[in-house]
């Protein structure tokens, strides 16, 4: 708990989803010495949100995450010939790479100008991962980026380009980076850590936008999820205790709105698992401005250059490595093992 002024003064944390009923977002105000926190909220309009962000900076630093990757696998990123990830986020949509966010309907359509993958749900086995890795001329390994490796307690995130699946995080990247994160920076937001450490964003003030993963978060904040799952509603309400602690010893204050949303167990009007994951993502944001725990380890040129990292999560180094249905080997297989 900070006893004097934090680094940044405002905190949003959007949990996100292609779909705009499953974006929500939580936010914390520092005000006479605490944190009060509001939330959850359904997140309007694009335009209406970063021009609410960027308004929300106008008397201070703030930190805005987001659960959507930010940042290229090294190996993706070194086949645009751009310099870095900022300078592709620029050109991604447009010029050459106008079909960037255009998702492929067919492996013959897979390429680095155009690779996310697929359009649409097709029938049984006639969509893979072997035809994304052929089509982008990568390994599966070289699809993921560093922070997205899992360890103990931390999960094997989706890799960036697919779009099959619930936990697929394609096609929410693609509202992430062509609605949000570009053009926040085209008028004058920073990204974390592209654009430098935490603290000095925070010194510079105005709007700092970072990535962030819940399904980390909760382990960030001390919250087992052993033997419950986000999405039922019971499993959240029995999770209300944690929850409360955590604001209480952290000394928070809560709206009542916020209050009972955690008490309920987030019902439908809360926004569900997207208001849990959102408020939960926001106190692990808390933990790391506050400092008792760290943004990021020590980071490689390459990360910093292209792959970004993810809010508060250690490496998968420092966590060890496990074998297990959460956290597959990454065999290096070769990108032409299953043609399109």
């Given at each position: 708990?900070?006893?004097?002024?934090?680094?940044f003064?405002?905190?949003?944390?959007?949990?996100?989803?292609?779909?705009?009923?499953?974006?929500?977002?939580?936010?914390?105000?520092?005000?006479?010495?605490?944190?009060?926190?509001?939330?959850?909220?359904?997140?309007?309009?694009?335009d209406?949100?970063?021009?609410?962000?960027l308004?929300?900076?106008?008397d201070?630093?703030?930190?805005?995450?987001?659960?959507f990757?930010?940042?290229?696998?090294?190996?993706?990123?070194?086949?645009?010939?751009?310099?870095?990830?900022?300078?592709?986020?620029?050109?991604?949509?447009?010029?050459?790479?106008?079909t960037?966010?255009?998702?492929?309907?067919?492996?013959?359509?897979?390429?680095?100008?155009?690779?996310?993958?697929?359009?649409?749900?097709?029938?049984?086995?006639?969509?893979?991962?072997?035809?994304?890795?052929?089509?982008?001329?990568?390994?599966?390994?070289?699809?993921?980026?560093?922070?997205?490796?899992?360890?103990?307690?931390?999960?094997?995130?989706?890799?960036?380009?697919?779009?099959?699946?619930?936990?697929?995080?394609?096609?929410?990247?693609?509202?992430?980076?062509?609605?949000?994160?570009?053009?926040?920076?085209?008028?004058?937001?920073?990204?974390?850590?592209?654009?430098?450490?935490?603290?000095?964003?925070?010194?510079?003030?105005?709007?700092?936008l970072?990535?962030?993963?819940p399904?980390?978060?909760?382990?960030?904040?001390?919250?087992?999820?052993?033997?419950?799952?986000?999405?039922?509603?019971?499993?959240?309400?029995?999770?209300?205790?944690?929850?409360?602690?955590?604001?209480?010893?952290?000394?928070?204050?809560?709206?009542?709105?916020?209050?009972?949303a955690?008490?309920?167990?987030?019902?439908?009007?809360?926004?569900?698992?997207?208001?849990?994951?959102?408020?939960?993502?926001?106190?692990?944001?808390?933990?790391?401005?506050?400092?008792?725990?760290?943004?990021?380890p020590?980071?490689s040129?390459?990360?910093?250059?292209?792959?970004?990292w993810?809010?508060?999560?250690?490496?998968?180094?420092?966590?060890?490595?496990?074998n297990?249905?959460?956290?597959?080997?990454?065999?290096?297989?070769?990108?032409?093992?299953?043609?399109?």
């Open positions: 708990m900070v006893e004097s002024s934090p680094r003064h405002k905190l949003f944390h959007a949990d996100w989803s292609m779909h705009p009923h499953g974006r929500w977002f939580a936010s914390a105000v520092w005000e006479t010495g605490s944190w009060l926190l509001s939330g959850p909220t359904r997140v309007p309009d694009l209406h949100y970063v021009s609410d962000l308004t929300a900076s106008a201070g630093a703030v930190l805005a995450g987001f659960d990757p930010i940042g290229l696998p090294l190996a993706f990123g070194q086949k645009t010939g751009c310099t870095d990830f900022s300078e592709a986020l620029r050109l991604f949509g447009t010029g050459d790479w106008a960037f966010y255009d998702v492929a309907e067919t492996p013959a359509d897979i390429s680095p100008m155009r690779p996310f993958y697929p359009a649409k749900s097709g029938p049984s086995g006639t969509q893979s991962h072997a035809q994304l890795l052929h089509g982008l001329g990568l390994t599966k390994k070289q699809t993921y980026r560093q922070c997205e490796i899992g360890g103990p307690g931390t999960k094997t995130a989706s890799p960036l380009f697919w779009t099959l699946g619930a936990a697929a995080v394609g096609k929410a990247t693609i509202s992430g980076w062509r609605d949000v994160i570009a053009p926040a920076r085209q008028r004058g937001a920073r990204l974390w850590p592209f654009d430098g450490d935490l603290d000095d964003l925070a010194t510079k003030g105005g709007l700092v970072a990535e962030s993963y399904g980390d978060a909760y382990g960030q904040i001390g919250l087992s999820m052993a033997g419950k799952s986000k999405t039922n509603r019971e499993d959240r309400r029995t999770l209300a205790p944690a929850l409360l602690h955590w604001a209480t010893s952290h000394n928070l204050r809560l709206s009542p709105h916020l209050d009972k955690i008490q309920k167990g987030f019902a439908a009007k809360h926004g569900i698992d997207n208001g849990f994951d959102a408020v939960v993502g926001l106190l692990a944001m808390i933990a790391v401005v506050e400092g008792e725990r760290a943004a990021a020590d980071l040129a390459d990360v910093l250059q292209w792959e970004g993810i809010l508060g999560r250690q490496s998968a180094a420092a966590a060890g490595s496990v297990t249905a959460d956290n597959p080997p990454l065999e290096d297989e070769p990108s032409d093992s299953a043609p399109p």
